[in-house]
């Protein structure tokens, strides 16, 4: 069932069009991030999505109702902004009541709700507490329990975790993950961090410049990338210029790789493509086969060993599991080849 969707969803502030022909639908129950540069429209196409932004054209659809007209608190979103915007003066009790309080609730209710979300985002026992007694990590938590206390059919957050540092961000990344499978809300989540976006979505929508390039699972975004924008993205990739032969034959810096069944050829043939391959996809051999290439840089990053290599100026990076690691030094000259059916050709 489609609880969300978009229809061909455009923004635009004066000249500059924020967000451009955007249609999505978003299945009931999932996790979905909004991934891309910063000034992609992200936030922009979250807004629309809350009621925030009204759109230029386009309409949103709740439930199979248009709601584009409806008001934000109409709708029945909750949301955490990438400030949090807490009420300091308030305590955090409070803070979690706010959306009751405002839609008229009763405080016996709104006093039995806060309690069970801040036992939900285990906060229990600080609800007497002022917002600025508690830690970055605690702040968040008020944030997300705040925007929960509706019982959200959606909800919606603008890059919620951008404010901590690593450790403790990876570690609410897995916490909002698991609390979101356990309410079983549609959630939306703001990002410009992949690696974000791959540990907690079932899907991902990748964005540049306004427009939608990709919608898919973290594995098919990066198994299978739309576009060069995507693959570059997306995880590392090699990005190196090909040709394409009728066959699906790819020649690459003057070396023909025979085609393969599973690659993934997005484009017709011709010249002026470009072949993408995934580090871990790339192997090394002894020099005479594949590509000829010069090792000028090797390092080991523990789980796995990196291989920097040079052709002729293009740079080719592969990675090898510790076990796996290849009798190669510095300096070598090698032959590279790109694992067959995990090769991708798109227009450059
Ligand atoms: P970031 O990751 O940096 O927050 P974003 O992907 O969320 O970026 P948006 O904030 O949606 O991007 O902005 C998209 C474009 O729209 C940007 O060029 C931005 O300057 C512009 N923009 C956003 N809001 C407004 C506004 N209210 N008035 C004019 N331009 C705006």
Redesign the pocket.
Known sequence: MTELSLRSMT?R??R????EDVTLDIPDGSFVC?L????????????LLAGL?MPTEGQVIVSGEDQTAVPPEKRDFGMVF?SLALFPHLSVADNVAYPLTIRGRSKAEARKRVTELLDLVQLSGLGDRRIHQLSGGQRQRVAIARGLAIDPKVFLL??PLSALDANLREHMQVELRQLQQRLGVTTIV?T?DQKEALTMADMVIV?NE?RVQQIGSPMEIYRDPANAFVAGFIGTSNLLPCTLDADHNIEVLGHRFDAAEDDRIKSEPGSDLMLSVRPEDVRLEAAGTGLPAKVIFIRDLGESIQYVLDHDGHEITALYAPSARPDIDLGDEVGVSFAPGKRVVFPA
Request: charged share 20%; with cysteine.
């Open positions: 923004k502030f004066g500059l069009t924020a967000v909004l891309g540069p910063s000034g992609c429209g992200k936030t922009t196409l979250l807004r932004e990438q603008d890059e703001v410009h964005m306004g």
